[in-house]
């Protein structure tokens, strides 16, 4: 293990960080190139539509060098996610932004629905990990969760897919799971398989302001434990394709409009990651609403070590969770660090710091 893995370890068994989080994600805009059916953004389902001045804010270059200049000073950063409540690849200077984060010697992840991104810069640029946002196996349900794709789109992604393939990228799939693609899973396995993706994983939808349209129906949710769930892992086995489906089934367990069984796990995003939004705005973790402080106010350095972000720390310490918890969009990492303190420490330590040993 790392010495900053190690760190990390470390400051969760001793209840607060021993340096600066290991991953920082960056929004650097809010406009998109698409409105998915789930997103609390740009969804046509929301109950209430965000502004057009809204989706217009993005990140200055200077100013997001100057962050990650900042957080490197803490020790320990060793990634960078860049996404945004929209599509990165829309902002203007997302190239030059890529290669100035790689210039420091960060890993690089883009979040993305690849539509709008240039696959030969990201090959040049030596990007080192993309999320890429798929969302259906078939064009018909690619469009249902993408209305505003009604063009070349689907082509578009299979021919970038391709190249990535051809030159040896091994990129992440994502697929989040709604009522339109539930019944998807193991042909979603099989093109994870054909382009070789390095991982395929698998997001049950949070949905709320009125996104809760999309949830899969309680016989759609029956369907997917006796039958496509079953059919997906045996692709998944038989075609040697990585997943998390294990991760994922738990999430249908946990029924209704949780996504994540955030009590049995866990939560240690406060000692390894943060997300700074747009208006530099800082969170806890990926959840819009917690929020540990502002740029504005103070310099990340501070923050990070400030009562405000400390207080959370303890809180998910105690187990004490926050409704939204159950929505978890960390829920595999939250999985990956528990199995690797209770390595470390033991499974008696880990349910002492995580609120479960009472």
Known sequence: MSRAGNDALRGIDAGTPLVGPQTLHLDVTNGCNTNCITCWDHSPLLTLARSAAWKRQRVELLDMFELVDDVRSLGGLRAVIVSGMGEPFTHPEIYDLLAGLKSRGLHVTVITNLIPADAERIIALDIDQLLIGIHGASEASYRAFHPSFVHDEWSR???MLARFHAAGRRYKQVQV????NVHELA??????QRYDAANLNFKLASLAQGTETARITDAQRARLRSEWLPAARAAARDLGVDSNLDVFAAQVDAGGAATAPIADIGCFMGYVYARVLVDGTVLYCCNTEVRVGSLREQPF????RAPAWQALRERMRRGDYLGSCNQCGKLNQNVKLGRRFAAAYGEARLAEVTGRAR
């Not at 799971?177 to 339109?180: A, L, P």
């Not at 350095?301 to 990070?304: R, Y």
């Open 187 to 192: 042909a979603m396995v099989a093109l994870a």
């Open 177 to 180: 799971i709604c009522q339109d």
């Open 301 to 304: 350095s501070e923050l990070w």
């Open 157 to 159: 992604l299979h021919a």
